[in-house]
């Protein structure tokens, strides 16, 4: 096929071969044009409306050190959102590269499935057994958030069988919660845009309201009582199935991509009761929450809540390759230890150069203090800053969160809780201002959202919040003016 769409062709890069020698060929060599042009021609972008994105031409990512980011015309970029919630320990470190050049060249590949294994998946293993809960000690691998959702229900299914109990079938989990876009996670996850474009969503599967205090409480309500009110539909929903009908309730301990909600704190211990109460195993979906990013190792330890399944991604490799996992609280292992055949495994399952890169990541994280430094340094620092700098502004609502996860809440009239009329444009106006001040900070709908690498330090920190300031204040004249 002649690629030639749009006035694009296919050609090695100028001076490619040049760029390749000096070990540059990551950065790019052709000009943006160039690079947009091709990238309109061949790529289709995930999340995307991809031809009102060619028309307009993606930002092209060239290089990235630590919090920064730099586009192929020079610009240099704060990343406030760690790529997509995942470069944990920051861009360019080299012990992640040489962990996965050693091991690509001790063993590139091998499978985990014919009776076989490899030191860096068990090495993995164990490590992550010593970083988890005491009751974590045993990991099923996989290539992604969305499918380590899918395995985690594999595995509540499986458990259930062996357990004799195989009516218990059905899954409850939150609306505006996000688990992925396979077919599975998407079903689980509570976004109508994407379950618009399912023709059949995963049997069984239902779900309730979020705990979102600023967007769906009554004007009378304290956040604790709301907070009870959203855990005792799930006990609703089971009383409406059946308790012999329900396997899990699965949910994010704080929902990221739909908007970094934070339930009030009494919301997740009765949400445990009420699994405990009806034999509902309880899954958390750490994928964003896991590897420091409220300060705690995971954040359903933030929470106070004991889960019986967690899913691990992003943060796994810092998004230097990719990997996920579930990790089984021992009572689920030994029931699928000692059970026959479990019919389920990816070619990649424990991938030997993924899991050297996540051993490499996982010891950064823990050798270099950062947990304990978003814990107990840079996470109260920027809570504090962010909550300071936003008291009183005319278009804040809410600023929530904890450690290095934010959402500023947009609100029309912060006293009331209003929300402004469209509050997604809002959103968009607010993106689109941080865009040219070189700040990534994400909107879902009218909440800003910021989630920066691990190892930003006050200074890096001050800068993010300056930066979004400047793009607030922005918002707000130009949404005045209307
Ligand atoms: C990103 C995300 C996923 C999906 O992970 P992928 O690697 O994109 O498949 C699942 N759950 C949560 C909470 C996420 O943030």
């Known amino acids: 096929m002649s690629l030639t769409t749009q006035g694009a062709t296919y050609a090695p890069p100028a001076h490619a071969a ?7 060929s990551s950065r790019g060599t052709r000009s943006t044009a160039e690079y947009r042009a091709l990238d309109a021609a061949h790529h289709i972008h995930p999340f995307s409306d991809t031809g009102a994105l060619n028309r307009n031409g993606s930002r092209i990512i060239v290089k990235a050190e630590g919090v920064y980011l730099w586009d192929s015309d020079g610009n240099r970029i704060m990343d406030g959102m760690a790529g997509l919630w995942c470069v944990n ?4 470190r080299k012990e992640l590269a040489d962990a996965a050049y050693r091991q690509m060249q001790d063993l590139s590949f091998y499978n985990t499935f014919f009776k076989t ?101 009554s004007a009378d309500m304290t956040p604790d009582a709301f907070g009870l009110e959203r855990a005792r539909q799930l006990e609703a929903k089971i009383l409406e199935l059946g308790a012999e009908n329900v396997a899990a309730f699965v949910g994010e301990p704080f929902q990221g991509a739909g908007g970094v909600i934070f339930p009030p704190s009494s919301y997740w ?11 509902v195993l309880l899954g958390a979906d750490e994928v964003i929450g896991g590897f420091g990013r409220t300060g705690e190792w995971f954040s359903h330890q933030h929470f106070g809540f004991e889960p019986d399944l967690i899913t691990l991604a992003k943060g796994l490799t810092s998004g230097y390759v990719p990997m996920g996992a579930v990790g089984l609280h021992d009572r689920i292992a030994s029931a699928l230890i000692d059970n026959g055949e479990f019919n389920h495994g990816m070619t990649y399952s424990g991938h030997p150069v993924a899991a050297a890169v996540a051993i490499a990541n996982l010891t950064l994280l823990r050798d270099e203090g950062i947990v304990e430094r978003v814990k107990h340094e840079t996470g109260p620092y920027f809570q504090r800053l962010l909550r300071e700098t936003f008291e009183d502004h005319p278009i804040v609502g809410e600023v929530a969160g904890t450690g290095l996860v934010a959402a500023v809440q947009l609100s029309s009239d912060p006293r009331t809780r209003r929300r402004f009329e469209n509050g997604a444009e809002a959103g968009t106006i607010c993106r689109d201002f941080c865009f040219n001040g070189n700040l990534i900070m994400r909107a879902t709908g009218d909440r800003m959202v910021l989630s920066p690498p691990l190892v930003i330090n006050r200074s890096e920190i001050d800068e993010i919040v300056e930066k979004a300031k400047c793009a607030i204040d922005a918002t707000a004249r130009q949404l005045e003016r209307r």
């Open 117 to 217: 294994s490899h030191p860096p998946v068990i090495e993995l293993s164990a490590l992550l057994a010593e970083l988890t809960p005491a009751a974590f000690n045993h990991f099923f691998y996989c290539n992604s958030g969305s499918e380590g959702n899918d395995t985690m229900l594999r595995i509540v299914h499986r458990y259930w069988a062996t357990q004799r109990r195989p009516t218990k079938k059905y899954v409850i989990s939150r609306k505006n919660g996000y688990h992925g876009s396979t077919i599975a996670g998407a079903t689980l996850g509570g976004m109508d845009y994407m379950h618009e474009q399912i023709p059949s969503p995963v049997p069984h599967i239902v779900h309730i309201d979020q705990p979102y205090f600023f967007g769906e409480a």
């Open 89 to 92: 320990v920051g861009y360019g």
């Open 18 to 24: 040049n760029a390749q020698q000096r070990g540059e």
């Open 269 to 279: 211990p009765e949400i445990q009761r009420i699994c405990r109460k009806y034999d």
